[in-house]
């Protein structure tokens, strides 16, 4: 509010340089706080890398040899790690922070099982996401001597690319390259071929695990949790949505998910379901939900294997309008970042030691 006509300004703001201090001495209090972790981060809520196959055939409009069966598809999602800060301890009253960047370099592929064994056009998403996560250990734990439970929150945000590779119209009543297609105004359906599909996106995550009957050697746990994602398409930067292909694709895609999991003696049984829909499409697609069994043994050092159902549409990037119907049976990579090994990871240091499915 200003201040009326021959007035002295209100004394009650404090200076200039006394702030821009008191700022400083905040930040450095702050740093003092946190650490920087550079050896082996908690890899939280982030992608996992599949390779598998399906009795069920893959449909592809202008085909000859659609529906066609598949050789197997592959999920690669490495998460790269930048150095990750943290903030606190699980055990401590406030609990511990995380703040995480990631690059996520992920494709996926399809080989179909033909006369030739094509690959048919890639999925590219690389993105980069940005994490804050906590973990704390819940009230009414018995502590060391007994079973405990935690909790751990996360938010992500990604900005991300999708797209094929290709420069084929988007419709298969277009003619030319993208984008000089003609008719300018292509109608369905949609070029599935050599069709070109492309978006930027940015997506919003939530996710929550609670973690009980945690037993005190920290190896054995149940795991309960859920998260739900909202992911808008944009025309920002060089490959955005283009307005004919947001109007058949739409303004973005929501979801949810569960999840319960047995960790038993650092072996884990893994059970998550999700259901994910799109929104401003023209026409109406349907959500899609999926179901998905996994074990990963100890010994597998990350890896395991699974079995998934899915129902509803196809994910893989032009093939959207397609309807799903998928059995999947393969591997499942959950791979720690390249941890390296620490002396202080030394068995006179286990306290430190973070609950199961929390590391």
Same mark, same amino acid.
């Given at each position: ?18 702030? %821009? ?10 740093? #003092? ?43 690669? #999602?490495?998460?790269?790690? &930048? ?6 301890? &699980? !055990? ?11 690059? +996520? ?8 099982? +033909?006369?030739?064994?094509? =690959? ?6 690389? *993105?980069?996401?940005? $994490? =804050? ?8 734990? !018995? ?15 990604? %900005? ?9 119209? &988007?419709?298969?009543?277009? /003619? ?7 008719? #300018?105004?292509? /109608? ?19 996710? #929550? ?14 795991? =309960? ?16 949505? +283009? ?26 049984? !893994? ?17 899609? %939900?999926?179901? /998905? ?19 509803? $549409? ?17 591997? %499942? ?14 068995? +006179?240091?286990?306290? *430190? ?5 929390? !590391?």
């Amino acid at each position: 509010m200003r201040n009326a006509p021959g007035t002295r300004p209100s004394r009650t703001r404090a200076p200039l340089p006394a702030l %821009v201090a008191l700022l400083l001495v905040a930040a450095a209090e702050a740093r #003092a706080d946190w650490r920087w972790e550079y050896n082996s981060p908690a890899p939280l809520f982030l992608d996992r890398s599949y390779v598998f196959g399906s009795p069920n055939r893959i449909r592809r409009q202008g085909d000859p040899d659609s529906p066609a069966p598949l050789l197997f598809e592959a999920q690669i #999602a490495p998460n790269l790690f &930048f150095p990750q800060l943290h903030n606190g301890h &699980f !055990r401590s009253k406030g609990g511990e922070w995380f703040l995480t960047a990631v690059l +996520t370099p992920y494709i996926r592929l399809r080989m179909l099982n +033909t006369d030739s064994n094509p =690959v048919i056009p890639p999925s590219y998403v690389p *993105k980069i996401t940005l $994490q =804050v996560a906590h973990l704390r250990v819940l009230p009414g734990s !018995r502590g060391e001597d007994g079973p405990g439970r935690g909790l751990a929150l996360a938010a992500n945000l990604t %900005v991300g690319h999708y797209s094929n590779g290709q420069e084929g119209c &988007f419709f298969a009543n277009q /003619e030319g390259t993208d984008p000089d297609c003609t008719p #300018a105004q292509g /109608e369905l359906p949609l070029n599935e071929l050599t069709g070109s599909f492309s978006t930027n996106f940015l997506r919003g995550e939530l996710h #929550a695990r609670t973690a009980f009957a945690v037993e005190p050697d920290l190896d054995s746990a149940w795991l =309960v949790g859920g998260g739900s994602f909202l992911e808008l398409n944009t025309t920002i930067g060089p490959g955005g949505i +283009t307005e004919e292909q947001r109007r058949v694709y739409g303004d973005g895609n929501w979801g949810v998910s569960l999840l319960g999991e047995r960790i038993w003696k650092q072996h884990r049984f !893994r059970l998550e379901c999700a259901l994910s829909a799109p929104f401003g499409e023209t026409p109406h697609r349907r959500a899609t %939900v999926s179901a /998905e069994v996994a074990a990963l043994p100890y010994w597998g050092a990350g890896f395991g294997l699974f079995a998934r159902y899915v129902y509803g $549409q196809d994910s893989y990037n032009i093939l959207f309008l397609e309807r799903a119907n998928f059995w999947q049976f393969g591997l %499942v990579f959950e791979l720690s970042p390249g941890a390296r090994l620490k002396a202080e990871d030394a068995e +006179t240091d286990a306290d *430190k030691r973070r609950p199961p499915g929390f !590391r």
